[in-house]
């Protein structure tokens, strides 16, 4: 079974080449406040995760979802579904 | 903090855009005069970004339907069907538009927006799925969101991303509604509907398409994509809207299945509003007569298409999609089209400014949309203007390297 700590470095390595501008991302980062991602670039990421990990993320659950831990837990919580 | 400080980024971003004069997304037409001339800043001006399709909003006998409703029904209905009744003129609609699609059942809405948060929201509710296309209108997006369904988007026009997301819903697939549109308002591409129909049976999804854009536009009868592309038997229902081709407001939904007419007791959207007034009603029925027996409507709409696409490409201009009556040039940048269109506007041509995050994949366009009441003597001035501000760019700016753009 994924869990949490299997998901995060890959979704790190996803998430970095959008992290230009701040340099290091920690799980605390917050997608859109820090960096700096409009709703274009957030679809894109988010198409690439769902491809990465199989899974489809609901736009309902989008507004819960600030940081890439939040996205990280995200992740875990459809694939054990 | 107050409520209205949220107001503040955009009033920077009016402002910003203002500095060039004029505001692109509050503009007036002083006068009307015809489905493609008006008057704005003072200046006759061609229209050509109207929707209006068929040129229809000053036809003789949709302005004599509608004076008559007037004068034998009054201003309004002052209510909604549910509440205070439906008067005949709405049910003649219905039967109508059932009619003209050869489908048994039609609701009417005050508007298409309404359509869709209407037959969107009853048809899928929580526990349901529904996959949407990544590109859809607003009214679909918040369709989608009224009624409580799980919503989950896939790439727009991609058959392979969304074959992929029905798959991985497994069993759920049954219960998913999926939503695309026959042409895109913003490109004016249409969606590969065959193949969709194909994946949509397969999985044994339930499929809708808005055809608001290619109602009275695409199909032998001007039924839309789903009548062009031969698949009407593998929709389920279609929804639309009576304020492009046809020239007045409303939108409907049309299913062959009989229980779409519960949606009407369900439907807040449909419930909580008033109904189509009498003129509009007595105007959009006459239009739907008009795209019934003038398919010479639709031939000059594809003539005039072909016309303003084959002039703006000569010049050099990189266009959205296929040949059709939604065509967006794609300028560079954001500050180029808001110079181009303010370009265009001074020399009497209005077209649709769209610039991101209204826009796919964050392009900023000049959008046209064509009429078949545009004159061959119009289409030429639009064609030259859009010649002008192609060569005063390219000189003033060095990031036009090629004669494309
Ligand atoms: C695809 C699509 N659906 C629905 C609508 C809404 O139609 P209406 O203007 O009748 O509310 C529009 C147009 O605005 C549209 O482009």
Redesign the pocket.
């Known amino acids: 079974m994924t869990t949490y700590a299997d998901i995060l470095p890959k979704l790190l390595e996803t998430l970095q080449p959008y992290a230009k501008k701040i340099g290091h991302l920690k799980e605390t980062t917050d997608l859109v406040s820090e960096l700096g991602l409009d709703s274009l670039q957030v679809m894109q990421v988010l198409l690439k995760i769902e491809d990465q990990f199989d899974i489809s993320i609901p736009l309902n659950n989008l507004p819960n979802i600030r940081t890439v831990k939040d996205l990280g837990q995200e992740i875990e919580m459809l694939l054990k579904a | 903090m107050s409520l209205f400080e949220k107001f503040l980024s955009i009033q920077q971003a009016r402002e910003e855009i203002l500095q060039n004069g004029i505001n692109p997304f509050h503009l007036t037409i002083e006068k009307i005069n015809s489905p493609t001339e008006g008057v704005i800043n003072g200046r006759s001006t061609i229209l050509v970004g109207t929707n209006n399709y068929l040129g229809l909003t000053f036809h003789p006998d949709c302005i004599q339907a509608g004076q008559e409703a007037l004068a034998q029904e009054g201003t309004g209905t002052t209510g909604s069907r549910m509440a205070n009744g439906s008067f005949s003129s709405h049910n003649d609609l219905e039967r109508a538009i059932a009619g003209f699609y050869g489908m048994p059942h039609a609701i009417v809405f005050s ?3 309404q359509a ?1 948060l209407g037959v969107l929201s009853a048809l899928a509710g929580p526990g349901d799925t529904i996959l949407m296309d990544g590109d859809s ?1 607003a ?1 679909i997006y918040d369709g989608c969101r009224l009624g409580g369904a799980e919503v989950l988007r896939f790439k727009h026009n991609d058959v392979a991303d969304l074959d992929k997301k029905l798959r991985r819903l497994g069993e759920r697939s049954q219960r998913t509604l999926i939503i695309v ?1 026959g042409i895109y ?1 913003m490109l004016g591409d249409r969606a590969p509907l065959k193949e969709i129909v194909a994946i949509k049976q397969q999985y044994e999804a339930t499929l809708v398409v ?1 055809e ?2 290619s109602l009275g536009v695409l199909g032998k009868r001007g039924r839309g994509l789903a009548e062009e592309a031969e698949v009407e038997e593998g929709v389920d229902c279609i929804v639309g ?1 009576f ?1 492009k081709s046809l020239g007045s ?1 409303g ?1 409907f939904g049309v299913s062959v299945h009989p229980e779409f007419e519960f949606i009407r007791y369900t439907s807040r959207p449909y419930i909580f509003t008033a109904s189509p007034c009498p003129s509009v009603v007595a105007s959009t029925k006459v239009a739907l007569r008009l795209v019934r027996e003038t398919p010479q409507l639709r031939q000059q709409l594809w003539e005039n298409a072909q016309k303003l696409y084959d002039g703006l490409e000569q010049i050099g201009y990189t266009l959205g999609a296929e040949v059709g009556p939604v065509i967006a040039a794609m300028i560079p940048s954001k500050e180029q089209a808001l110079g181009m269109w303010q370009g265009l506007l001074e020399q009497g041509v209005y077209v649709n400014l769209m610039i991101p995050p209204a826009t796919p994949n964050g392009e900023s366009l000049l959008r046209c949309s064509v009429s078949a009441a545009h004159t061959p003597q119009q289409l030429e001035t639009i064609i030259q203007s859009f010649s002008n501000v192609h060569s005063s760019f390219k000189e003033q700016s060095g990031s036009y390297q090629s004669s494309k753009m």
């Open positions: 508007t298409g927006y869709n209108h009214s549109e308002s808005d608001a854009h809207t304020s407001t939108g």
